[in-house]
């Protein structure tokens, strides 16, 4: 039997509650018919697909004003790299914006030499929103 929350298969045939290798709760979502690609499906139900190089390239050329992170689902964190540089722009001569494109093109170089696979991990659970 698989869990249907990670596509893995369960080595106690589905009599426990959770599943030993995510905690997934049975609560009838498991089933033996689930494939791993169906399971993968589902946790990205709602979820639009993000590419890592699209966001490398708005890390690069755009990382000061947070659009990465807005493309990669964390708001907050992209609105506060935009107010932050919006606001040193205008009182600071663009220090503050200039530390924040740094941040950005160190973000860029972690997107990029990252596989897919790596950044999809990452990202998946919008749980890594920094570095």
Same mark, same amino acid.
């Given at each position: 039997?698989?869990?249907?929350a990670?596509?893995? /298969? ?6 426990? !509650? ?14 033996? /018919?689930?494939?791993?690609? /169906? ?15 699209? $966001?490398?390239?708005? $890390?690069? *050329?755009?990382?000061?004003?947070? *659009?990465?992170? *807005? ?9 506060? !790299? ?8 205008k009182? *600071? #001569?663009?220090?503050? $914006? ?8 160190? @973000?860029?170089i972690?997107? !990029? ?6 950044? @999809? $991990? ?7 929103? #920094?570095?």
């Open positions: 039997m698989r869990c249907g990670c596509g893995r /298969e369960r080595p106690d045939g589905g009599d426990s !509650l959770r599943c030993p290798f995510c905690g997934a709760l049975d609560d009838g979502g498991l089933t033996p /018919e689930v494939s791993a690609g /169906e399971a993968k499906d589902r946790r990205n139900l709602g979820r639009r697909p993000v590419n890592r190089l699209v $966001a490398g390239g708005l $890390a690069l *050329f755009l990382g000061a004003f947070g *659009f990465h992170k *807005f493309y990669l689902g964390y708001t907050r964190q992209g609105l506060a !790299l935009l107010i932050v540089s919006l606001i040193s722009l009182l *600071f #001569w663009g220090i503050l $914006a200039g530390l924040a494109a740094f941040v950005g093109a160190l @973000e860029a972690g997107y !990029l030499v990252r596989t897919d696979e790596q950044f @999809e $991990a990452m990202h998946r659970d919008r749980r890594r929103p #920094w570095f």
